[in-house]
Structures are given as structure tokens and as C-alpha cells.
Nanobody
Framework: QVQLVESGGGLVQPGGSLRLSCAAS????????MGWYRQAPGKQRELVAA???????NYADSVKGRFTISRDNAKNTVYLQMNSLKPEDTAVYYC????????????????WGKGTLVTVSS
């Protein structure tokens, strides 16, 4: 089994920065894509950023230029550096990982963390 645990959320002022971390543990031989999603009050969950095993990234338009996703494959950990935070970034941020099962055809299973709250407010 696989578990994902997020950390790094908290209260920050507009214009400030936070760095989120998500560590995967369990029966993991490799991880395909990893990503961060968020869900703001009264809104649907949305993709914030994603990164492949090879390091290719994509971002939501609303965070481009402000957020950076990265990963450490040796530690099975993904990070989200958030700069120039805005009140509209306030949300619960969820970590996601696509982990192959250890048998043919090695299809990927999605795993989710429980989320970490980011609040951007004066």
C-alpha cells in the first residue's frame, strides 16, 4: 500500500511564500506523475501543478510564474514552492501520485494525501 503525507501549510500574508512537501511511503518501486491539487471554499478541486518522472511540468494559468513544482525521486517526495501568494490561493492543497502496480500491465494507481490548509490573509 501507498501513503501520501503533506506538510508545510499554514497562514501567510499576501505576497509571502510557503513551501509544501509531500512524502510517499509504502510499497513503492517507482512513481509516475505527481501533482498538487487544491480546493478552495465553495469551489471545485483543480489541478495546480504536475510533474512527470522525467521532470516535465505543467501549471494552472493562475499560478504560472509564482509556483514551482519539483520532486526528489530518491525520497519519493514532491514539493510546491509558492511565491507571491494571493488571497485567492487560499485552499486545501492535496498531493497526488500515480504509482504503478508491480505486475503486468503495470497500470498506474492514483493515491491522494489528506490535504494541508493554506490560508493567505492579512
Amino acid at each position: 500500500q501507498v501513503q501520501l503525507v503533506e506538510s508545510g501549510g499554514g497562514l501567510v500574508q499576501p505576497g509571502g511564500s510557503l513551501r509544501l512537501s509531500c512524502a510517499a511511503s509504502g510499497s513503492i518501486f517507482s512513481i509516475n506523475a505527481m501533482g498538487w491539487y487544491r480546493q478552495a471554499p465553495g469551489k471545485q478541486r483543480e489541478l495546480v501543478a504536475a510533474i512527470t518522472s522525467g521532470g516535465s511540468t505543467n501549471y494552472a494559468d493562475s499560478v504560472k510564474g509564482r509556483f514551482t513544482i519539483s520532486r526528489d525521486n530518491a525520497k519519493n517526495t514532491v514539493y510546491l514552492q509558492m511565491n507571491s501568494l494571493k488571497p485567492e490561493d487560499t485552499a486545501v492543497y492535496y498531493c497526488n501520485a500515480d504509482v504503478p502496480v508491480p505486475f503486468p500491465p503495470y497500470y498506474g494507481m492514483d493515491y491522494w494525501g489528506k490535504g494541508t490548509l493554506v490560508t493567505v490573509s492579512s
